[in-house]
């Protein structure tokens, strides 16, 4: 694997796992590495927390960051939403994410 | 009928810019919005963030921009139809637009510009079956008139402002007959005051508050008469209401745009980027809407595509007249 590079493995609505590279040296987002490989995550507010369209679950076991209450209050009002929920625009590409495993949440936020 | 040079759609930042570059040619603007105010997605979703490629402001909150947006704009007098969203576009023989909204306002303009960003801010709809069914048959999104609710049972859904504030309006005003607010966390993200209030009128019994709950489903016999509630521990129950509000905010959709004959890709709108023209004559379509080869959706990137777009509006409104680029520091602004 190139140097400042990742793996994430985000699951699509139709059940298929796309293992994608990311750098981890483009300040980028898990929204934005999504949108950047045309898999169906709209983004709608830019990556402000500001809507759920990102909104995603993690079903592996890596240790995230607190999320922020600007996340938290987005979820709060978000359609989908389970214990594991996340927004990708909120989960940045860093070393300790690497094998992350992400399934999309139904569109419709 | 309302007329003017130029119609634009949407009263976004890059709207607003398009007022002053189209004044400096002696164009006058006539903006549509669905909004009530103007600012587009600046004001209604992120007033207080700061932005920070804005040529000249190392920073400025959004809602500080459209503020300055409208004082630029304000010596060539722009006229707004507000809260009220363009629906259709139509041609007359004549080559003159007849831009129509959903409350039946008709405008009159030789150039439309479509500046509608990401689309018409609509009511978020929770995924309950058939609620679209039941709207305007017990299910709002919107609370026009209060006092339509007098004596009623309402179930509203939702954690922010809108849910609590009309939660709270509805029972002090001893309105409705039972009110239940229904939300899926045990904390609310709604305004300090607002949440004690909640809290306190749940206490004395005024406000029937379940929580850690969502409406899963609806039902009634043409009208809505029962809400499912499924509680996260407790499981679903069924209550009797007259009316469910699920009050989740706004979200913009592509609307009434996908259908005005415009070449459409990747909802947005297709131009030709030596004056942002859709392939309509006469219609342009600047700012987050758009799409070409390259497009960046960036309020400055809005901003030239207003300005090339209205030197192009101004040889189809006067194609006799003679024109040349102006600086505002030789001639200053002449505002009508």
Known sequence: ?109 | MIKTDIIIIGAGPVGLFTIFEAGLLKLKCHLIDSLPQPGGQLTEIYPKKPIYDIPGYPTVDAGELVDNLMEQAAPFKPEFTLGESAVSIDETADNQFIVTTNKGTQHMAPVVMIAGGLGVFEPRKPPVENLEVYEDKGVEYIIKDPKFYHGKRVVIAGGGDSALDWAIYLVEHKIVSELSLVHRRTSFRGHLDSVQKVMNLADTGKINLITEAEVTGISGNGKVENVTIKHKTQGEFVKEIDHFMPLFGLKPSLGPIANWGLDIEKNAIKVDTVDYSTNRPGIYAIGDVNTYQGKLKLILCGFHEGTIAVQSAFARIHPDKKNVLKYTTVNGINGF
Request: glycine content about 6%; aromatic content about 4%.
């Open chain 1, 1 to 109: 694997m190139a140097d400042n590079t990742i793996t994430v493995n985000i699951i699509d609505r139709e059940g298929i796992t796309h293992e994608l590279e990311a750098p981890t040296d483009m300040n980028m987002n898990i929204m934005e590495v999504c949108r950047s490989y045309e898999l169906p995550v709209e983004g709608r507010c830019g990556g402000m927390a500001m809507c759920a369209t990102c909104q995603c679950y993690l079903e592996s076991d890596h240790d995230l960051p607190e999320q922020t209450d600007s996340e938290l209050d987005m979820l709060d009002e978000a359609f989908f939403v389970e214990d594991n929920s996340r927004l990708g625009c909120q989960i940045q590409i860093t070393d300790n994410i690497d094998g992350i495993k992400l399934r999309l949440a139904p569109e419709g936020n």
